[in-house]
């Protein structure tokens, strides 16, 4: 969906000069860059004249390639240090369900990057995620909103979040379907959820492959390209490591950013994704 964003991503540069945890948006390699041939899924929005003019190598985003200056001086990515017992813990302030309601109250300075990255790791835990479902309901909030179908973008985007409470792809297509019916307040509340939350995923990883983002499913990756990049990513591909870790790469700048996805692997079948 291009130029859908052009405002909120403003607005995110904006807010995210008080958030010195988030890097950079990609910058396109220097011509000398050491290049690696990955194999691609097809992107849905790619057109054909955009598929001939894609290069087939990319540069694969890692924790010793500085970016910008300002990122060399960045702190490094915090390690996730709370224990599976705390999420189901009810005296703890990771308590699954007490974070759901933080998340629910839409209050950025009552819920910390640590809660939202320790819900995400409760559902897969508990096996209660669907990555395939959510990614469907994901990109038919997408292509409502795409249609100016507001009303309905509201509905699926509601109940994306009903599924995934710190859902990228729900607060974001629910703040653009709100700023479409003109309801600013509502708009700003997910808008300013949805940047909390990719700023603490920002936190805990960098999207390379040693450090992947900690994602629900698939397509928060897509949302966290429009949301913060302002790009669609061109080139999309599933892998599966060695190590059995399954990651979803996206490609934007020619420099391709992970999430670590093996929670969706149970839900696949051969030939979904590419194995190394």
Request: hydrophobic share 35%.
């Given at each position: 969906?291009?130029?859908?964003?052009?405002?909120?991503?403003?607005?995110?540069?904006?807010?995210?000069?008080?958030?010195?945890?988030?890097?950079?948006?990609?910058?396109?390699?220097?011509?000398?860059?050491?290049?690696?041939?990955?194999?691609?899924?097809?992107?849905?929005?790619?057109?054909?004249?955009?598929?001939?003019?894609?290069?087939?190598?990319?540069?694969?985003?890692?924790?010793?390639?500085?970016?910008?200056?300002?990122?060399?001086?960045?702190?490094?990515?915090?390690?996730?240090?709370?224990?599976?017992?705390?999420?189901?813990?009810?005296?703890?302030?990771?308590?699954?369900?007490?974070?759901?309601?933080?998340?629910?109250?839409?209050?950025?300075?009552?819920?910390?990057?640590?809660?939202?990255?320790?819900?995400?790791?409760?559902?897969?835990?508990?096996?209660?995620?669907?990555?395939?479902?959510?990614?469907?309901?994901?990109?038919?909030?997408?292509?409502?909103?795409?249609?100016?179908?507001?009303?309905?973008?509201?509905?699926?985007?509601?109940?994306?979040?009903?599924?995934?409470?710190?859902?990228?792809?729900?607060?974001?297509?629910?703040?653009y379907a709100y700023k479409g019916l003109?309801?600013?307040?509502?708009?700003?509340?997910?808008?300013?959820?949805?940047?909390?939350?990719?700023?603490?995923?920002?936190?805990?990883?960098d999207g390379s492959r040693k450090s992947?983002?900690?994602?629900?499913?698939?397509?928060?990756?897509?949302?966290?390209?429009?949301?913060?990049?302002?790009?669609?990513?061109?080139?999309?591909?599933?892998?599966?490591?060695?190590?059995?870790?399954?990651?979803?790469?996206?490609?934007?700048?020619?420099?391709?950013?992970?999430s670590n996805l093996t929670h969706w692997?149970?839900?696949?079948?051969?030939?979904?994704?590419?194995?190394?």
């Open positions: 969906m291009k130029n859908k964003y052009p405002l909120l991503y403003f607005i995110f540069l904006a807010v995210n000069l008080n958030y010195s945890q988030v890097p950079l948006p990609p910058i396109p390699p220097k011509q000398n860059a050491k290049t690696k041939v990955l194999i691609y899924g097809d992107s849905s929005k790619k057109s054909k004249k955009e598929d001939e003019e894609s290069a087939t190598k990319i540069i694969e985003v890692s924790n010793n390639v500085s970016i910008s200056e300002e990122n060399t001086s960045q702190k490094s990515i915090q390690p996730y240090n709370v224990s599976i017992t705390e999420l189901t813990n009810q005296n703890s302030v990771y308590y699954y369900k007490n974070v759901q309601t933080l998340l629910q109250k839409l209050d950025t300075t009552a819920v910390t990057a640590a809660q939202i990255i320790s819900l995400t790791k409760y559902k897969i835990h508990s096996n209660t995620i669907n990555p395939t479902r959510l990614d469907s309901m994901a990109r038919k909030a997408y292509k409502l909103n795409e249609d100016k179908k507001y009303d309905e973008a509201i509905i699926t985007s509601k109940e994306i979040l009903n599924l995934s409470p710190n859902n990228i792809s729900g607060h974001k297509e629910l703040a003109g309801n600013h307040e509502l708009s700003n509340l997910y808008f300013e959820m949805m940047v909390k939350i990719i700023t603490s995923i920002f936190q805990y990883g992947p983002y900690i994602l629900n499913n698939f397509f928060e990756g897509i949302s966290i390209y429009e949301a913060k990049f302002e790009c669609y990513p061109k080139k999309v591909t599933v892998l599966l490591t060695p190590e059995k870790v399954l990651l979803g790469g996206y490609d934007c700048y020619h420099i391709m950013r992970f692997l149970p839900l696949l079948k051969e030939g979904d994704y590419e194995i190394e």
